[in-house]
């Protein structure tokens, strides 16, 4: 059974920093693409930063400069280092690793729990980041 755990999140004030981390388990592939997603409070979801490939890096534009994602040397954990947090960045932060079922109806039938967000991908639990002004 696959499954993304998540931690780190928390509450700051504008200005600070969080770390967060996921770590994968369960997947057979090392180099499937692996993200970090966020959904404000009556937003959808949007992408803050993914490895695809395993190597390939990507971070939104509004937040580079700011967050920085990195992974471990096994590629089952990725981390998002957060700074100069604002009160624009709360939201609830997904981690997701994209999936290796078969492509199938019922797969594709599973609803994101970050709304708006990809299917046919895996999903952690979600971690609020709230910050304050």
């Known amino acids: 059974q696959v499954q993304l755990v998540e931690s780190g999140g928390g509450s700051v004030q504008a200005g600070g920093s969080l770390k967060l981390s996921c770590k994968a388990s369960?997947?057979?592939?090392?180099?499937?693409?692996m993200a970090w997603y966020r959904q404000p409070p009556g937003a959808e979801c949007e992408m803050v930063a993914s490895?695809?490939?395993?190597?390939?890096?990507y971070v939104l534009p509004s937040v580079r400069g700011r967050f920085t994602i990195s992974q471990d040397k096994s590629k089952t954990s990725i981390y998002l280092e957060m700074n100069n947090l604002q009160p624009t960045d709360t939201a609830v932060y997904f981690c997701?690793?994209?999936?290796?079922?078969?492509?199938?109806?019922?797969?594709?039938?599973?609803?994101?729990?970050?709304?708006?967000?990809?299917?046919?991908?895996?999903w952690g639990q979600g971690t609020q980041v709230t910050v304050s002004s």
């Open positions: 490895i695809r490939g395993g190597e390939r890096r």
């Open positions: 997701a690793k994209e999936s290796e079922l078969p492509v199938t109806g019922q797969s594709y039938a599973r609803v994101p729990p970050c709304r708006g967000g990809p299917r046919l991908w895996e």
């Open positions: 369960g997947f057979t592939r090392d180099d499937s693409d």
